[in-house]
């Protein structure tokens, strides 16, 4: 190898394959882009479209944070940066044959699966994770043909976390709002017609310890012909508790306090529909025939754990309410990769800092491999807690290259991984291909008064990209859909 062929020159760039590209894999990226190699990165993702949840999580009345994608938009537009859409990793291509064609593979795959409240009843029909109901109103492929039962007028999101709050104001939301947004236009036919009177946002532990953010709750407060009910006695602290919330460094108890006690006070406006948040309540049993009809709750009182968190335990104290639909919004949850070791507790791919272990609490990393965002740290996090969390990743893979850890790819160019593809009849998406298609739903969404019209299958966008590219797109995107 001459000194120009050195890894990371002009000549040899440094190859990195990400796996996923939500707001971690594509911080990532930057990160790469920034620093002092030079590197061709590869980013998959096994849908065609990019952005992970800003697409498929975001609420759609919340385009201000979608505005991220413009960020992710300057990256893609780095001259040895490409997408690889519609490509899934461990189904098109495997680990083992990533890690021949690159020097690092970063894996970003967020979390694909959501948490069970492991209680009896949990199976009946109308009992739905929250993640379902966002994918299907987001437009997410793999929630396209899901169906909630709106014509039930009670319906309970379980959980106090910012998922539980979109959600309950997706479905407290009124029609003329949603049709101002990129929700998916299933979703707003479905919830047009929706008869859902009253949704109940209840959660284990009470209003200090809830997990949702203040501007989040306030939110819920500005929805026309929409009450928030909370009830006075849930806010009832002795002088203890209300010194140590007056005296927390963190603000968010305080403000969600002072706000859930202006609801309180609140007469109610005689509006269509109510949102009540409930506290100190666990679901132990869902009932029904068939459907679910009822949900059984335990009265909870907070506890010391002797580590400084107030953990809830059971009071013995029981009661039934009725419920239409359930929405467990209890917290996302990642999957294996397959190839790689996953720690099941904490449902994330092992790793130190971003460096990927061997096996769960092993010391022993896999040489060039990497985790960013939730699938490294948990599904926790807003969009800018991806941002740190990619940049240390990206500094130790940095390290690693420097002190030679890298095993570097065993193939001359990643060209290969292509034509493996074109072999194996994967339609790659490009990113110019996503750019046609972005524009496409943009103007369908202008033709229909709407700010974007999503399409919702994949079979629809592959179609869409396939119409849309120039005759000799084939050589300019490389990469025939077939
Ligand atoms: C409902 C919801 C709403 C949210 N709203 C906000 C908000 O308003 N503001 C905010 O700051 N944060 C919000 N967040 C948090 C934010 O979305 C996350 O912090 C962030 O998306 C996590 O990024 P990630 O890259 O780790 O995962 P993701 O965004 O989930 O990206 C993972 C990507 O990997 C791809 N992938 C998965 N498996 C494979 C595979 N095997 N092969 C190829 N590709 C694969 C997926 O298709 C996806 O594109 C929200 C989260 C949720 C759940
Ligand atoms: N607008 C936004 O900025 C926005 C929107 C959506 C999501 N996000 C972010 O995305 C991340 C994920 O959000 P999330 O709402 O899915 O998760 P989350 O913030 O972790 O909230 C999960 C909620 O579920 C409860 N819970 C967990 N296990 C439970 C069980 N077995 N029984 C009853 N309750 C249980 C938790 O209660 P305990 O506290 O008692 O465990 C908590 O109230 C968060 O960081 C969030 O801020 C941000």
């Known amino acids: 190898m001459s000194c120009e062929d050195k890894i990371g020159s002009s000549t040899r760039p440094l190859r990195v394959a990400i796996v996923g590209s939500g707001p971690s894999g594509f911080f990532a990226a930057g990160y790469l882009q920034k620093g002092p190699l030079a590197i061709e990165v590869d980013m998959f993702d096994r849908l065609p479209t990019p952005f992970g949840l800003v697409r498929g999580g975001v609420a759609p009345d919340h385009p201000e944070i979608k505005g991220v994608a413009r960020v992710f938009d300057r990256i893609a537009a780095h001259p040895h940066c490409r997408f690889f859409g519609n490509v899934t990793i461990g189904k098109d291509l495997e680990h083992d044959e990533l890690a021949r064609f690159y020097d690092a593979v970063i894996y970003a795959v967020g979390a694909q699966s959501d948490r069970r409240l492991g209680i009896p009843g949990e199976e009946l029909s109308g009992v739905h994770a929250a993640r379902e109901f966002v994918g299907w109103y987001n437009g997410d492929p793999d929630y396209r043909d899901s169906s909630f039962d709106l014509s039930q007028e009670s319906v309970v999101v379980v959980g106090l976390g910012n998922v539980a709050i979109d959600v309950a104001r997706i479905l407290g939301g009124s029609h003329a709002s949603l049709c101002g947004t990129d929700i998916a236009g299933h979703a707003l036919e479905a919830l047009a017609a929706s008869r859902v009177k009253t949704i109940t946002i209840l959660g284990r532990r009470g209003p200090a310890q809830a997990a949702f953010t203040n501007p989040e709750l306030c939110e819920l407060g500005g929805l026309p012909d929409t009450d928030v009910v909370v009830t006075p006695e849930d806010l ?14 963190d603000p968010t108890p305080r403000e969600n306090i002072e706000t859930l006690g202006a609801y309180a006070s609140r007469a109610p406006s005689g509006g269509d529909k109510r949102i009540a948040v409930r506290f100190l309540v666990s679901p132990i049993a869902l009932h029904g025939r068939g459907r679910v009809e009822a949900m059984t709750l335990m ?184």
Do not use: H, Q
């Not at 209890?330 to 800092?353: E, K, M, T």
């Not at 599904?379 to 740190?388: E, F, H, L, M, Y």
């Open 236 to 249: 009832a602290f002795d002088e203890a508790t209300r010194t140590a919330i007056a005296r927390a460094e």
């Open 299 to 482: 009265r909870n009182r907070l506890e010391p754990d002797g580590r400084g968190v107030m953990r809830a335990v059971a009071t013995g104290e029981t009661e039934t309410i009725p419920v239409g639909l359930v929405l467990r919004s209890i917290g996302y949850r990642g999957v294996p990769v397959p190839g790689l070791a996953f720690d099941r507790r904490a449902a994330v791919i092992p790793n130190a800092a971003g460096r990927v272990l061997a096996a769960p609490g092993g010391s022993e990393t896999m040489p060039g491999v990497y985790v960013v965002g939730w699938i490294k740290r948990g599904a926790n996090g807003v969009i800018g807690t991806n941002k740190r969390d990619a940049y240390e990743t990206v500094t130790l893979l940095l390290e690693d290259f420097r002190e030679g850890r890298l095993r570097g790819a065993e193939r001359r160019s990643r060209e290969g991984v292509l034509r493996l593809l074109d072999e194996r009849g994967v339609a790659v998406v490009s990113y110019e291909d996503w750019r046609r298609l972005d524009e496409i739903e943009l103007a369908r969404g202008r033709e229909t008064g709407r700010p974007r019209l999503k399409f919702c299958r994949v079979e629809e966008m592959l179609e869409a990209v396939r119409r849309a590219r120039p005759p000799r797109a084939v050589v300019a995107n490389w990469g025939p859909l077939n």
